[in-house]
């Protein structure tokens, strides 16, 4: 008898203990929100081997929520090549966004501003390119650290050529393009830092 006393509050302890330990985890993970200021995401769909690079999303992205639904973005791209056109292309972006939270759910909009240089080390041509990008996103918080983004963009971009050698009149024209970016997306961000309140 004094068997089943002994298992029964073994039971009893075991699945209090749990339930607690659900609730604590449960309330850590409901509403997370903004509760931490820095935001650093990687875009890891440019990083699985069996998933095409967008080169219209930014691999590194930095984020400082000065308010608890708006933050201050920043995004670098930077690729680095060996073949034929080996040289450096850095591809930088700003911007800021604005959101909806409900729950571990987040709907935002906002619009970046873009520069990127292209320059190959043999060569004499650069292209510089200027954009303006609106965009539109959704971010889910698995707790108050991770979370998932995605979002997409319309990209309006202003080239600016020069082939200094080049026979073809139309070489050195500025020319403008837009297009839809940021598809295939996918973002794991950590958050950190003081919390919002």
Known sequence: MSGSI???????????????????????SIAPRYRYQHELGID???????????????MANYKWHYRQNRAVRVGLNLELSNQQSEGVY????????????????????????????????????????????????????????ISLSTEISLNCYYYIPREPDSFDPAANKPFYRVKIGSVGMLMINYHFGKKKK
């Open 6 to 28: 002994n298992k029964r509050s073994k039971f009893i302890i075991t699945a209090i203990l749990t339930l607690c330990s659900i609730a604590v985890f449960a309330q850590d």
């Open 90 to 145: 850095p591809d930088v972006r700003v911007g800021h966004q604005w959101g909806y939270i409900t729950d571990n759910w987040m709907l935002y909009g906002g619009a970046d501003a873009s520069v990127a240089y292209n320059a190959p080390q043999f060569l004499k041509n650069t292209l510089w390119r200027y954009g303006l990008s609106p965009v539109v996103g959704v971010q889910y918080y698995f707790n108050k650290h």
């Open 44 to 58: 890891v769909a440019n990083i699985l081997t069996f998933l095409k690079k967008n080169q219209q999303s930014y």
